[in-house]
């Protein structure tokens, strides 16, 4: 899989724009009910990207966002064939843009060494060593943990756990 390939499948499964207010990502701030309600498209919040017109964002400036601040500093490109779309996928959901150290945490958690955020030597020489589909397995299983622990977890189970019902399918 590549960027391109991987943005399409995102934007199927992220769809049009959205703006539940009881999601602090649509919030500027992050925080609901402060700043304004501008909502998510693309998958692009305005809590990650408050500058942005979110309502009237683009797909190719949606697409521009996701591969410089979530396919390259997540090392998508680094990582084996089956997991490069759940890294990608999971920095989007979990991590700030340019900063998808939530995603590699995760994916080190998976791999049993040092959660630091930072796909160096070790982590790539886990990575080598692990069988992908197994390591893409255990790395659902903690991202799944995670999203459990959320305090939205109850409003948005449904469809963060079919994502990733859907996800593993595709394996």
């Not at 999971?90 to 040092?114: D, Y």
Request: aromatic share 10%; net charge positive; charged share 25%.
């Amino acid at each position: 899989m590549n960027f391109d390939l991987a943005f399409q499948r995102l934007l199927g499964q992220e769809g049009g724009f959205t703006a539940d207010p009881r999601d602090r990502a649509n919030w500027t701030t992050g925080k609901i009910g402060r700043g304004e309600l501008r909502g998510t498209k693309y998958g692009i919040s305005a809590m990650s990207y408050p500058g942005e017109d979110i309502q009237n964002l683009t797909e190719s400036r949606a697409m521009e966002l996701y591969l410089r601040d979530f396919w390259g500093p997540a090392g998508c490109d680094l990582v084996p064939e089956p997991l490069k779309y759940p890294l990608f996928e999971t920095a989007v959901h979990t991590s700030a843009p340019r900063k998808p150290l939530f995603a590699i945490r995760m994916l080190q958690k998976a791999l049993g060494v040092r959660d630091d955020g930072i796909i160096g030597p070790i982590t790539l020489g886990a990575i080598s060593s692990a069988n992908p589909f197994r390591l893409t397995a255990r790395f659902y299983g903690h991202r799944l943990d995670h999203l459990n622990d959320l305090p939205t977890w109850n409003i948005y189970a449904r469809g963060w756990a079919q994502r990733i019902a859907d996800n593993l399918k595709e394996l």
